[in-house]
């Protein structure tokens, strides 16, 4: 990279050549007043308050205007300020910015703007347009009256999200922000991320949740960690008196530019479910409170007790808890799992068998981008791990080929360009590819033989060669294993076809905490004497439904109430997701500090000491 | 008898004046006179482009005597089949008259005879669905000299030589932008023709692609050839059927006949061209826009740099250029840089075609020299319409500026239009006689690019909207002192710091008639008076003076609207109903009528 | 007390008298101000509601019928400086959403249509009627100085009468400002 030098206001300025004026004065700590512009997408120079003079002459904007050697900027001329002042205000006036009941108000960046350059009184007259506001949507409300066209949230959406949900309709005045072609967003192809309201500058996109509970600058902010996947996103969580305002992506996070998904971003300020403060005990159909101590006695008691005890923990937990609880345990005699841990072992055993190198696992999921093939192979991450799917839907829509293989609904027919459905993700398909790939194209070209090899599947051998043709081809491609592949035949057919073309893998499993990857684990008992299962924030988990269901004693501790307290025997409380902190290791293998949100407002205020005291408790 | 060849000129204009009506009733009339072996229809009838003097349309050529008939009636047919083709003698009654005598050539025609056809020069000549016809006409020997003939450096070079600046609105130089594109490595370039022409009234690009498809897609091959693009685009707006139909047909003669495809010439050298339709958006006009549209997206324009030179159509190398800049292409490689650079002046080159329209006696294309006067190009559109005093021209179209009567001297070219406020533009030229309001035909334009602006930028979203309340406010009577100034300011705004040519370009009405037109403004604002009265609610109503009426009742019979009511004494005039027209005041017989209020 | 101190009217157009209660959040600086100023009148304070020549006039609230009209415009007549407080008098504030519908619909829509049925719209005769359009102070009058929010903060509203006394017209920008 070379360096070019330039002038500011008269300070002499190095930056790299190819670089907007803007981000090199903002290396500078100059900062340019924009509104459009955004670090995460690309620049539309459309808001034209950055403007800046250049070598006395032009008026440009400084996020389009590419450094020059010898550029003399001035970003404060007479001129200059005139200039922002009448557009600044045209943009306040034209619409209907009503700062005393914005949703935004003091959260604002035309606000702030308007502040910032003085402007105390108004030449123009307001313009009174009548807009559409679309509150059709469960989290976002899209108020075009105060909508200021600058477009973020339609880039953000197309080139953050890989979603073109949002677009412009209408020329001119007429020109507002419409989802897909003008439906409400409800009805729309919205995958509810929340990305549009983070970056709308104003209060034109809000959060039903957040609206009107604080203003970021007297809210307390922590920065943390998502732990509803094991993409495992950087977030910005705003509280206030101790209650949830906001949560946001960090932006600081260039590849995923700041994204969350509905789960990180919405579910936890929806959830309105009942806290569980107390110890419960249940004996002879009646519910019996207790203080912890005495629920610790309780569980230390029964698991003495108990013969083949299953101990079960979420994989949404942080390590420290899962160290502490499976310590605590295997102290007690008892075999113990992780979600998601099952499908890891399977992993382990393959990898094991054909001998497969670790270097086949990608430790950035963002290269997803740069390959020029991608292999999904259950389509389930676009729910799961929804960031991920993000940046698939954007390699897809920048050129890279994407072959997507499902037994249900395709959750990317959009944007796949080959797309096989199966009756289920069964391993014929998987063995079939991987034989053609074995032995070549001859073994296929016998149809009798492959409808055999095929039996019930809804698959065209066709599709079969196409996949290997283009695996063949690529330079580079990219299999994705989803999590919810738990049959071992798939994920060896998977792990080898890697093997023989070269190709990169992710594979994912539910567990948020890839910590479970080093943790030792173990099938449990089936049918156990007693069960312990450590829920945490998780309610719907098949396996440790299953668990409970089949054990004479069940041990259930869980922050909130769901089907699994109500079915347990003994209910303890655990922290929620924002009063736990600790450390978490993310899908890239990253460990990440997960941190206290909220003071622990039960009893409990450490799971690992109570963890440890329950192991002592022997 | 003589062989003859009839021409019906089939461009837009007429068509919509009846030229078919006329064409169904010459072919009845041969036919009834058993004509039809001398006049075999394919040979000697001949639908052509646009002739130029649309206002005297139907029209009719007949050679080779060059007899010239306009405004034609079907009834006129008759006559002129029985006349001149059985007895060989004009129909005098049916010729047009030029400041009162009658014309029998084409050629000899006020109108024809101040123009000098280059970019025209097949219009309203040839049968523009006839790639023989084109082919008779030297078609095609252009391309065939420069791809067998010629090194593209070469090609480049005499295009720079000649001096040709680009005929879309900006005039910038056509070789050295094919340079840029020619310059760079890429595999894959592009040639796009603009022929989105959104200007209201302009129709010059239309009639050259209606007219004379086959030079644009001749021009267009050069650049192909002279750049390294195989591909070309010619993007028209929807609302040019004819023009489609037409491009439709050349490309498919085009390329059965080996014009278009594959080793041209006999070279190694492949082109194709493709055809897009636009939506029809004022801002597809604008390159950047343009090319999105092309490529499926929102016709919304971009940063520029990369210009498309560099980095265009799919992110590729692109030479984008006015449909009129390339109709000059084939003529400048067929007869040479020299003879292009010597006609028109010292920075403009060759020739403009202007949609002439406005109060002139004669509206329609005229192609002048470039270096023409104002005043000549009236003379050639037939003067100021009525007799009327001139006032001023508005060049350029929305983009442009209006220029005064003191200097109808002014030559038409690049520069000098720059000097004086304006542009060239795409080459409206409208015509403003004494009764025109300037500020209202400031209101005129700005209430156009107003809506067509696409509102990707503040200041041309709502700076033009904010700039048109107010000329709405002074139209109105209500300007208050400061407006002028706001005026002004928000002009410069816009001016400045709008993002694409659009915004930028959008005051330029409105200061040019703010420079030259000033006390029109200020008398609007501080008098409250319109002083062409064309802004209905500053012209006040006329009163009769009761003492002096004598009741003749003269003035109800030439009153438009009725607004005058008898009385014993005296008549009496509605105010709310009078529009200020004068009339009843010029006939009566004792002035007592006046205007102004009856205080 | 000494007669060159300068003289201060306050009034209140169509709004909720919040700007004047702000200005009493000033606190002890109103015995200051006292020392400083002379209050000609200021409904909030005393009870007069003629409006005399003063150096500094003070108006909150939105214009909205022709009542605030001739106040505006006797303040103005009256005094040198004129100030708009709040966002009301600066820009109109919240008074000018009924901009959006004409004035005709607004009084048939609260007196006929969201009221009992002896309700009727009221006769200008006895109550002043309202203008076509709700309007910022400079829309009708000049104004000289503008300390906008609403309501200004009790810091920003003595900032600006700070500055008057200072000889100086108050401009508001960056941290001062708020609305
Ligand atoms: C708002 C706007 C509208 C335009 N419309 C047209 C048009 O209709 N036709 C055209 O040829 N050029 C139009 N242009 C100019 C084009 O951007 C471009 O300069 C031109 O096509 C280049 O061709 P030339 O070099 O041959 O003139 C327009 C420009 C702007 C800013
Ligand atoms: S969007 Fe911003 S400027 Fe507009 S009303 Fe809300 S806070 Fe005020
Ligand atoms: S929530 Fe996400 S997907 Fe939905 S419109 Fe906003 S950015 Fe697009
Ligand atoms: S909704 Fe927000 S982000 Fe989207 S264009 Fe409007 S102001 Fe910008
Ligand atoms: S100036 Fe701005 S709003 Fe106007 S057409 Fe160009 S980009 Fe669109
Ligand atoms: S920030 Fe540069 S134009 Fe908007």
Redesign the interface.
């Known amino acids: 990279m070379s360096t070019v030098k330039f002038t500011v206001d008269g300070e002499k300025i190095s930056a790299e050549k190819g670089e907007t004026v803007m981000s090199a004065c903002k290396k500078h700590g100059i900062d340019i007043p924009k509104l459009c512009q955004h670090d995460a997408m690309e620049?539309?120079?459309?808001?034209?308050v950055c403007?800046v003079e250049v070598n006395g002459e032009q008026?440009q904007?400084a996020c389009?205007l590419?450094v020059e050697e010898d550029l003399e900027i001035k970003t404060e001329t007479d001129?200059i300020k005139?200039?922002r002042r009448?557009?600044l205000e045209?943009?306040y006036r034209?619409e209907n910015h009503?700062?005393?009941?914005c949703e935004s108000d003091g959260d604002c960046e035309l606000?702030d703007l308007?502040?910032?350059?003085?402007?105390?009184?108004?030449?123009?007259?307001?313009?009174?347009p009548?807009r559409p506001i679309d509150s059709s949507h469960e989290h976002i409300v899209i108020d075009n009256n105060r909508c200021?066209?600058c477009?973020r949230c339609v880039r953000a959406c197309e080139e953050v999200v890989g979603n073109q949900t949002l677009?412009?309709g209408?020329?001119?005045?007429?020109?507002e922000i419409v989802a897909d072609a003008d439906v409400p967003l409800k009805e729309s192809t919205c995958v509810s991320c929340g990305m549009c309201l983070q970056v709308c500058p104003t209060g034109a996109i809000f959060n039903k949740h957040s609206m009107f509970k604080g203003i970021k600058d007297e809210c307390d902010l922590t920065e943390s960690t998502c732990l509803r996947c094991s993409v495992g996103c950087e977030t910005e969580i705003y509280t206030r008196t101790g209650h949830l305002v906001e949560i946001e992506g960090a932006e600081s996070e260039m590849e995923s530019g700041g994204q969350l998904c509905e789960m990180g971003r919405f579910e936890p300020l929806v959830d309105r479910t009942e806290k569980i403060d107390d110890v419960i005990y249940k004996e002879n159909e009646t519910e019996k409170e207790m203080s912890l101590a005495k629920g610790l006695e309780k569980a230390a008691e029964v698991l003495d007790e108990g013969d083949k005890i299953s101990a079960m923990a979420s994989g949404n937990l942080t390590n420290e808890v899962l160290d502490s609880f499976s310590e605590a345990m295997r102290t007690h005699g008892a075999l113990f799992d992780v979600v998601g841990a099952k499908r890891h072992r399977f992993e382990k055993e393959v990898k094991r068998r054909i001998n497969m190198i670790e270097g086949h696992f990608i430790d950035d999921i963002t290269e997803v981008m740069k390959a020029d093939h991608i292999l999904l192979y259950d389509t389930s991450v676009r729910d799961t791990h929804p960031v991920l799917a993000s940046y698939i839907r954007r390699a897809a829509m920048n050129g890279t080929r994407l072959i997507t293989i499902d037994a249900y609904e395709d959750r990317f027919w959009e944007h796949s360009d080959i797309s096989i459905s199966v009756e289920s993700p069964k391993t014929q398909l998987t063995r079939l590819i991987n034989q053609v790939v074995r032995e070549g194209k001859g073994s296929i070209e016998d149809l009798t033989r492959v409808s055999s090899i095929l039996g019930g599947l809804r698959v065209h051998p066709r599709d079969v060669m196409q996949v290997v043709k283009h695996l063949e081809e690529s330079t580079y491609d990219i299999i994705i294993l989803g999590s919810e592949i738990i049959d071992r035949w798939s994920i060896r057919h998977i792990f080898e076809l890697a093997k023989l073309e070269g190709s990169y893998l992710i594979s994912l499993n539910q567990a948020s905490n890839q910590y479970i990857r080093s943790l030792e684990t173990e099938g449990v008992y089936e049918e156990p004497d007693v069960a312990y299962v450590l829920a945490g924030d998780e309610d719907d988990q098949e396996d440790m439904k299953k668990l409970i269901e089949n054990a004479d004693f069940s041990i259930v501790q869980a922050s909130k109430r769901s089907e699994l307290t109500e079915k347990a025997d003994l209910v303890i409380p655990s922290l929620t997701m924002f009063e736990r902190e600790g450390t978490s290791v993310n899908i890239n293998g990253e460990e990440k500090e997960v941190e206290r949100v909220m003071e622990p407002k039960g009893e409990l205020k450490s799971e690992r000491e109570f963890f440890e005291e329950l192991a002592e408790k022997r | 008898m003589t062989r003859r060849e009839i021409l019906i000129c089939s461009g837009t204009g007429c068509l919509s004046a009846g030229a078919e009506e006329i064409e169904d009733k010459l072919m009845d009339e041969l036919w009834k006179h058993e004509l039809e072996d001398k006049y075999p229809v394919t040979r000697a009838i001949k639908r052509t482009g646009c002739m130029g003097p649309c206002n005297l349309g139907p029209m009719i050529i007949i050679r080779p005597e060059d007899t010239f008939y306009g405004n034609l009636e079907p009834s006129d047919v008759e006559t002129i089949v029985e006349e001149h083709l059985l007895k060989d003698r004009v129909v005098r009654n049916l010729l047009i008259e030029d400041d009162g005598h009658k014309v029998e050539e084409f050629q000899k025609l006020d109108f024809i005879q101040g123009q000098k056809k280059i970019v025209m020069r097949n219009s309203g000549d040839i049968d523009p669905s006839s790639l023989e016809d084109y082919l008779e006409n030297d078609g095609y020997m252009a391309a065939r000299k420069a791809i067998t003939d010629m090194e593209r450096e070469e090609i480049i070079e005499e295009i720079k030589e000649s001096g040709l600046r680009g005929r879309g609105g900006a005039g910038f130089p056509t070789g050295l932008k094919w340079e840029f594109t020619a310059r760079e490595d890429e595999d894959e370039k592009y040639v796009v023709c603009n022929g989105d022409e959104g200007d209201p009234g302009a129709f010059m690009d239309r009639s050259v692609l209606e007219g004379d498809p086959h030079s644009i897609i001749e021009g267009m091959m050069i650049a192909g050839y002279a750049v390294g693009a195989n591909k070309g685009y010619i993007y028209v707006r929807a609302e040019y059927p004819l023009a489609i139909r037409n491009l439709q047909k050349a490309i498919r003669d085009a390329e059965s006949e080996g014009y278009l495809g594959e080793n041209l010439f006999n070279t190694q050298f492949d082109f194709n061209v493709e055809l897009r339709v636009g939506a029809g958006?004022f801002?597809c006009g604008e390159e950047t826009a343009l090319l999105s549209s092309i490529e499926g997206k929102?016709g919304?324009p971009k940063?520029r740099?990369p210009y498309p030179a560099q980095s265009g159509l799919w992110d590729q190398p692109t030479v984008i250029n006015n449909v009129e800049t390339f109709a000059n292409i084939p003529i400048i490689i067929e007869k040479g840089s020299e003879w292009f650079d010597d006609i028109g002046t010292e920075g403009s080159s060759g020739t403009k075609v202007f949609a002439v329209a406005g109060d002139v006696g004669n509206t329609g294309l005229v192609e002048a020299e470039m270096g023409t006067t104002i005043e000549e190009m009236i003379d050639i559109a037939g003067g100021v319409a009525g007799g009327k005093d001139f006032k001023a021209v508005q060049i350029g179209g929305p983009a442009g500026g209006t220029i005064p009567e003191e200097h109808i001297d002014l030559p038409i070219d690049y520069d000098s239009l720059e000097e004086a406020g304006t542009i060239m533009g795409s080459g409206g030229f409208i015509v403003l006689d004494e009764d025109t309001c300037m500020v209202d035909v400031a209101k005129f334009f700005l209430d156009f690019t107003?809506?067509?602006?696409?509102?990707?930028?503040?200041?041309c979203?709502?700076?033009t909207?904010?700039m048109l309340d107010i000329l709405d406010k002074i139209t109105k009577g209500e300007g208050e002192s400061e407006d002028l100034e706001?005026l002004e300011?928000?002009a410069?705004?816009v001016q400045?710091?709008?993002?694409c040519g659009l915004g930028q370009a959008s005051p330029n009405p409105v200061l040019s008639t703010l420079r030259f037109f000033r006390e029109e403004y200020e008398a609007h604002v501080n008098e409250k008076e319109c002083p062409t009265g064309t802004c209905k609610a500053l012209v006040e109503a006329f009163y009769i003076d009761e003492e002096a009426c004598v009741t003749c009742g003269k003035c109800t019979e030439v009153c438009p609207v009725d607004a005058i009511s008898s009385g014993d004494e005296s008549y009496s005039i509605d105010p709310d109903t009078c529009i200020s027209c004068g009339e009843c005041a010029q006939v009566c017989p004792v002035e007592a009528i006046s205007e102004g209020d009856n205080e | 007390m000494a007669e060159d101190k300068p003289t201060v009217a306050t009034a209140c157009m169509c709004g909720c008298s919040g700007c004047h209660m702000s200005f009493l959040d000033v606190d002890e600086f109103v015995k200051e101000l006292a020392e400083l100023l002379e209050f000609q009148s200021s409904h909030v304070i005393m009870d007069i509601k003629d409006i005399e020549e003063v150096d500094i006039g003070i108006l909150e609230g939105t214009i909205t019928n022709e009542e605030n009209v001739e106040v505006a415009k006797e303040m103005r007549d009256n005094c040198e400086i004129l100030v708009?407080w709040g966002?009301c008098a600066?820009?109109?504030?919240?008074m000018?959403?009924r901009?959006?519908e004409p004035v005709e619909d607004i009084l048939e829509e609260c007196y006929i249509g969201k009221s009992d049925d002896e309700s009727e719209i009221p006769d200008p005769e006895h109550v002043p009627a309202l203008t076509e359009k709700a309007r910022?102070l400079?829309?009708v009058i000049e104004?000289d100085a503008?300390?906008?929010g609403?309501p200004p903060s009790a810091d920003i509203i003595r900032y600006g009468l700070e500055k008057l006394l200072e000889g100086e017209i108050p401009?508001?920008?960056?941290?001062k400002?708020?609305?």
């Open positions: 620049n539309v120079m459309a808001c034209r403007i008026i904007p389009g590419k001129e005139k200039y009448m557009n045209l943009i034209s009503y700062c005393m009941f606000q308007m502040w910032e350059n003085g402007i105390d009184y108004f030449e123009h007259p307001r313009l009174f009548d200021i066209r477009g677009a412009f209408g020329r001119g005045l007429e020109n | 958006a801002v929102q919304r940063y740099p107003q809506e067509e602006s696409c509102g990707k930028c503040p200041p979203r709502l700076g909207k904010r706001t300011e928000l410069e705004t400045n710091t709008s993002f | 708009a966002d600066c820009f109109g504030g919240i000018t959403m901009n959006f910022g400079d829309e104004v503008y300390i906008p609403c401009k508001l920008d960056k941290d400002l708020r609305y």
